[in-house]
């Protein structure tokens, strides 16, 4: 089975512009989750999909954060314009409806300069 | 605010003994419990869990705990393997949320 895709795995941008990444989850799992670990702490929550919709977005920065997930599959996380203290892994996950053992991708390591 | 906690950054044990992981918890509604590992560059995976109506729950080599009073879990390795050797995040949630709240992780090294 398939793991959780993610891509990029690093990304280098500057300040004030903007990153898109994408996830493509296990398949079959209908929920969605969107980590942002920063160095030195554990993942934390940005936003839950539940097939296409939204579950949990109160701790999404909506001012410069945005995601989709159309047709219940792929996602994508968009951040603009970036700040500095979004340098962080960002980290995707998904599970079997709604399940706390979610299943990881590998992330992407976003520097903002 | 941090409800859950990691005050270990840091753990060292040799091949063959015990390793004993440690997180302290501050919301009382948490009901569940799970202990993920990291290897470096890969996302967390999965290990064990516990349910708030269990003190203990066992898997091979792999036993946590649950001290409700104490507001406190804790993960047992043995024996500890060097493949043990990985960053180890203690997660919980309340009851109809779904989101999990990590702690900081806790750097395993075991020493062939």
């Known amino acids: 089975e398939a793991g959780v895709a993610q891509s990029p795995r690093y990304k280098i941008i500057e300040k004030r512009q903007s990153v898109a990444f994408w996830c493509n989850p296990i398949s079959g799992h209908a929920t969605l989750y969107w980590y942002q670990q920063i160095l030195g702490q554990g993942p934390k929550l940005l936003i839950q999909f539940q097939n296409n919709g939204v579950v949990d977005d109160s701790q999404l920065p909506k001012d410069r954060f945005s995601a989709e997930r159309l047709k219940g599959v792929d996602s994508t996380l968009k951040i603009q314009p970036a700040k500095l203290e979004d340098s962080a892994v960002y980290l995707c996950?998904?599970?079997?409806?709604?399940?706390?053992?979610?299943?990881f991708g590998p992330g992407t390591r976003l520097t903002v300069t | 605010d941090q409800q859950v906690k990691q005050n270990s950054p840091s753990l060292s044990v040799q091949e063959g003994r015990i390793s004993i992981l440690n997180c302290d918890y501050t919301?009382?509604?948490?009901?569940?419990f799970l202990w993920y590992k990291k290897y470096p560059a890969e996302g967390p995976t999965f290990l064990i869990s516990i349910s708030s109506i269990k003190d203990k729950n066992e898997d091979g080599r792999f036993t946590v705990f649950l001290n409700k009073s104490a507001k406190h879990l804790s993960l047992h390795i043995v024996p500890s393997q060097p493949g043990d050797s990985a960053v180890y995040f203690c997660?919980?949630?309340?009851?109809?949320?779904?989101?999990?709240?990590f702690g900081t992780g806790t750097r395993l090294t075991v020493i062939p």
């Open positions: 919301n009382s509604m948490f009901d569940y």
């Open positions: 997660a919980a949630s309340v009851p109809g949320a779904n989101n999990l709240f």
């Open positions: 996950a998904s599970s079997y409806l709604i399940s706390y053992e979610q299943y």
